[in-house]
């Protein structure tokens, strides 16, 4: 509650002092332009310029990543070739617990999936799995040959050592694709591939983001997410899941903290301002005030664009603010979102939510 009278308080502040500054301001973002003085495009309706792409997959298995479970079960229990019997040698316990008393009439397939795959994920992240004679009788793909080709390190090596496996195990386990996103009709759109991430290039400390969205469709289903306060990858290492981030799900404001030590809904730090039930399918005119030097973050949504906004969520923990990118985050495989007009003000001039005034 104590929240609630602080905002009040703030936007009487601001309707006695700057009223001139807050409508000019209002009168921009509800014509849908989405722009404030000051602000800049990060999404030009054309290319993926300023943006990088990180799809999970390409450094990780996961338990659908396994798209025939008796045949790679079969490989690995019959150690039938010099790759299987690599593997299968160095799976953990678990994973070999899990082998040994599979069955592919067995119902708990998904068990068996998430040991494996963990396993597998454990022994390409061990070091270099390509030895000629391991892997002579694997027809490589061009892509696998151009990274062999290089001395890799970090999260290429994992890149390259899931290739291998992909390669050599081409009807049991899923190709990877290292495009998740795309441009379409103007709007950034996610393709369904997989887990991941598409993140800016730039980085932000105190900033108003404003943007379009919608949600297409999806199979398994999860609202669009949006992350704030991320980590930067460098280029050496595999990236934190979500780019360790604060996650705003959008339009209806649900939450998640993917902080290192966190994974969990969070508590006191979400405040849900409205309980909303704006329909995801339709278009939606999002704006984010975030403060990473006080790990502050609030934000308002429009439906339909244009329309007078009402305040959804509100984050405030100083520990989590962060100087990092902004990130759409693509949560699982079979997700279409889309957004469009990005823009970002940087240190915006009122210090306030304008599209709820």
């Known amino acids: 509650m104590k929240r609630s009278l602080t905002h009040l308080t703030r936007r009487k502040f601001l309707r006695s002092t700057g009223l001139f500054v807050v409508g000019s301001a209002i009168a921009r973002a509800r014509c849908g332009r989405a722009q404030t003085n000051g602000s800049t495009r990060l999404f030009d309706g054309e290319t993926l310029d300023g943006w990088i792409q990180i799809q999970n997959g390409t450094t990780a298995f996961s338990g659908e990543d396994i798209t025939n479970l008796p045949a790679l079960a079969n490989r690995l229990i019959k150690k039938s070739d010099r790759v299987s019997e690599f593997l299968a040698d160095r799976l953990d316990e678990t994973a070999q617990a899990v082998l040994a008393t599979y069955s592919s009439s067995s119902a708990d397939a998904a068990s068996t999936r998430a040991a494996l795959s963990k396993s597998l994920n454990k022994i390409i992240g061990e070091g270099p799995l390509f030895e000629l004679a391991r892997f002579q009788a694997v027809i490589l793909r061009p892509e696998t040959l151009a990274l062999l080709a290089s001395e890799l390190h970090g999260r290429e090596l994992i890149r390259l050592n899931r290739l291998l496996l992909e390669d050599a195990f081409p009807s049991e386990l899923a190709k990877n694709r290292t495009s998740c996103w795309i441009v379409e009709d103007g709007s950034m759109a996610s393709t369904g591939a997989g887990r991941g991430v598409i993140y800016t290039t730039g980085d932000y400390t105190r900033y108003r983001l404003m943007f379009k969205m919608r949600h297409v469709f999806g199979n398994p289903d999860h609202a669009a997410c949006v992350l704030i306060f ?39 730090e979400f405040m849900t301002i409205k309980k909303a039930d704006f329909d995801p399918h339709q278009w939606s005119q999002v704006e984010i005030l975030a403060d990473s030097r006080k790990g502050e973050a609030r934000m308002a949504v ?16 100083p520990t989590a603010g962060k100087v990092g990118p902004i990130a759409w985050q693509m949560h699982n495989s079979g997700l279409f979102d889309q957004f469009k007009d990005v823009v970002i003000e940087v240190d915006p001039e009122v210090d306030d939510l304008i599209t709820v005034q």
């Open 230 to 268: 991320c980590s930067r990858p460098r280029e050496e290492e595999v990236p934190l899941d979500a780019l360790g981030g604060i996650q705003f799900q959008v339009p209806n404001g649900g939450h998640w903290d993917y902080r290192p030590g966190k994974n969990t809904a969070g508590g006191e």
């Open 302 to 317: 429009a439906q339909p664009v244009g329309t007078r906004a009402l305040e959804i969520l509100d984050f405030r923990d």
